[in-house]
């Protein structure tokens, strides 16, 4: 006998006794709630052959039993449906955005891919994000051009349109860097245009001449690219010049029309501008330097002595005498020292017609007094020297 | 014959429905103190157990336990939705005519204290007192059908009691004051 029932005294046990005695159920009700139970039990036979398959899925019926609140919330089935909504909307977007990253150009979700490197993009505000992240797309570029060549599918026109645009942002980010920052930024640029240019080789078989001629500007392209760092690693505020003018001449240029199959480079025109460090517009050491542009693809002067040599070099901080830091030519050659050649890389690398270019621009600035050589054809008859500049010193526009 | 019941075989069914509807219509009744609600709570049982099997969320053994469980939840919600039911006096009166009227109105009055302060226990202590003391049940089976420990029972137990006690007790107090 256990405790409790000790505890049980008399009384009670009287009472919970007289309890027990409870008259038995009318037979009739009896057969009739029996009928009644077997013929539900003969219903639920006619569906007895998916006895098995809920006998093994049901530990499903248990967990969704486990979380059944017997007291229903409409608002919280509304939530959930929010919830559940845009879930699959988020999910599914961003699997697609994954599953594009290895798209190739020719494939349908590569604008996908492209979009999305647009948009990481614009969320990254520091300066070295931006590069870092412009310099993985390039190569991404070439990645693609090196996958599309093995398989032996052209190279659209897109994408190596994308990639002089993605080739033109890293300059252009790298100058608006400070000058340490910029000397880091270039040599980044340098060695991985170097690398580039040699997977370019290696896809065009090795020769300097061979393959595709797309491929053939590309890597010339890469290799003005590295000329361009090694130059601005040397003379930073050469660079920002430089860069400048290359932004100017491609606004002057119409826009590039991609192939509407493939996607069009994106507008990478970072919001922020190089500053060169100080003035810009104050005499070099010898006047000699110029930045005149021929063109970014257009013909330069050929011969950059015979141009008039204004009276004031727009921008005069050169550290070397005659020292060019025009960019002539889209591809041509950089500035050697002492003189300045300009060899138009679209037209066959023959040098073009010279004047006949007007295209240039002429930067008004101070006197330049130095005797170097300028490239720089005078529009509309020129006006060297103009105490009219058209934009205030300093606030140049900016790449 | 569980396996056979869930392959809703009528003869398995049937001998289930025999075996054990007199005792969950006495549990039913023991507790509710009506007829026609007893019923309804053992047909209800019943078709609950069968739905259970339809689901494949039936029992695997302890078909008794599960089906005390089924009618245990199904009293507790009526108590939650209903006050305590009346006593049919004139049904219980007509049952046994040798006894005297008087003594009769006593017994049932006060058969109808324990059920009210039956309905006023939790519905665990409700049940433990219900099955120990009324259908005689083993610590082991009650705490089967309750899904809990029998240590868990033991305990049950006591404060089962002691409500149950103190219950009748206030009660006692009360019919004094109204007299």
């Given at each position: 006998m256990t405790q409790t029932e000790i505890e049980l005294d008399e009384h009670l046990k009287g009472l919970l006794a007289r309890l027990r005695s409870v008259p038995p159920l009318d037979p009739q009700a009896v057969v009739q709630e029996r009928a009644n139970f077997l013929a539900q039990g003969e219903l639920f036979l006619a569906a007895v052959s998916q006895q098995p398959r809920r006998r093994h899925i049901g530990w499903i019926n248990t967990l969704v039993l486990t979380f059944q609140r017997k007291e229903r919330i409409p608002m919280l089935n509304t939530l959930m449906a929010i919830v559940v909504t845009i879930t699959l909307l988020f999910s599914g977007a961003g699997a697609t955005v994954y599953a594009a990253q290895d798209s190739l150009p020719d494939e349908p979700l590569y604008p996908v891919k492209t979009w999305s490197e647009d948009v990481r993009l614009s969320l990254v505000s520091s300066p070295q994000g931006q590069l870092d992240l412009t310099l993985d797309y390039t190569d991404r570029r070439v990645a693609e051009i090196a996958s599309l060549q093995a398989t032996a599918k052209p190279v659209s026109e897109g994408v190596t349109a994308r990639l002089q645009e993605e080739l033109d942002a890293a300059l252009q980010i790298a100058a608006w860097m400070d000058d340490p920052q910029m000397v880091q930024a270039l040599a980044q640029i340098r060695l991985l245009a170097e690398t580039q240019s040699q997977t370019l080789t290696t896809l065009m078989g090795g020769g300097s001449s061979q393959g595709d001629p797309m491929l053939a500007r590309l890597r010339e392209r890469l290799q003005e690219q590295v000329r361009l760092a090694v130059a601005g690693e040397a003379d930073p505020q050469g660079f920002r010049l430089q860069v400048r003018e290359r932004l100017r001449d491609r606004q002057k240029m119409p826009s590039h029309?991609?192939?509407?199959?493939?996607?069009?480079?994106?507008?990478?025109?970072?919001?922020?501008?190089?500053?060169?460090?100080?003035?810009?517009?104050?005499?070099?050491?010898?006047?000699?330097?110029?930045?005149?542009?021929?063109?970014?693809?257009?013909?330069?002067?050929?011969?950059?002595?015979?141009?008039?040599?204004?009276?004031?070099?727009?921008?005069?901080?050169?550290?070397?005498?005659?020292?060019?830091?025009?960019?002539?030519?889209?591809?041509?050659?950089?500035?050697?020292?002492?003189?300045?050649?300009?060899?138009?890389?679209?037209?066959?690398?023959?040098?073009?017609?010279?004047?006949?270019?007007?295209?240039?621009?002429?930067?008004?600035?101070?006197?330049?007094?130095?005797?170097?050589?300028?490239?720089?054809?005078?529009?509309?008859?020129?006006?060297?020297?103009?105490?009219?500049?058209?934009?205030?010193?300093?606030?140049?526009?900016?790449? | 014959?569980?396996?056979?019941?869930?392959?809703?075989?009528?003869?398995?069914?049937?001998?289930?429905?025999?075996?054990?509807?007199?005792?969950?219509?006495?549990?039913?009744?023991?507790?509710?103190?009506?007829?026609?609600?007893?019923?309804?709570?053992?047909?209800?049982?019943?078709?609950?157990?069968?739905?259970?099997?339809?689901?494949?969320?039936?029992?695997?053994?302890?078909?008794?336990?599960?089906?005390?469980?089924?009618?245990?939840?199904?009293?507790?919600?009526?108590?939650?939705?209903?006050?305590?039911?009346?006593?049919?006096?004139?049904?219980?009166?007509?049952s046994d005519p040798a006894e005297e009227p008087p003594q009769m109105v006593a017994d049932e009055m006060e058969l109808q204290q324990v059920r009210s302060a039956l309905a006023l226990l939790t519905p665990d202590q409700r049940q433990v007192i219900t099955l120990k003391y009324l259908e005689e049940w083993e610590n082991e089976d009650i705490a089967r059908a309750l899904n809990k420990p029998v240590g868990a029972v033991k305990s049950l137990q006591h404060r089962a009691i002691e409500s149950l006690r103190r219950l009748l007790r206030r009660q006692v107090e009360m019919d004094y004051d109204t007299n």
């Open positions: 029309t991609p192939n509407p199959t493939q996607p069009g480079p994106a507008t990478r025109t970072p919001s922020v501008t190089p500053v060169p460090t100080g003035n810009s517009y104050g005499p070099g050491p010898d006047g000699s330097q110029t930045t005149g542009t021929p063109g970014h693809y257009g013909p330069g002067n050929p011969n950059p002595s015979q141009t008039p040599m204004p009276t004031g070099s727009s921008y005069g901080p050169g550290p070397g005498a005659g020292q060019l830091s025009a960019t002539p030519g889209g591809y041509g050659p950089g500035p050697q020292a002492g003189t300045s050649t300009c060899t138009p890389a679209q037209n066959g690398g023959g040098p073009g017609p010279g004047p006949q270019n007007p295209t240039v621009t002429q930067q008004p600035g101070g006197p330049g007094p130095g005797s170097g050589q300028s490239t720089v054809t005078p529009q509309q008859g020129g006006n060297p020297g103009s105490e009219q500049p058209t934009e205030p010193p300093g606030q140049g526009d900016r790449p | 014959m569980l396996e056979r019941a869930q392959r809703f075989e009528k003869e398995a069914l049937a001998e289930i429905f025999d075996r054990y509807n007199p005792g969950v219509y006495r549990y039913a009744m023991r507790l509710l103190g009506d007829t026609d609600l007893a019923r309804e709570c053992m047909a209800e049982t019943f078709s609950r157990f069968l739905n259970a099997l339809r689901r494949g969320v039936g029992p695997n053994d302890y078909l008794q336990a599960y089906l005390y469980r089924i009618a245990h939840n199904w009293i507790t919600d009526y108590y939650r939705s209903k006050p305590p039911p009346s006593l049919p006096l004139d049904h219980e009166l007509r």
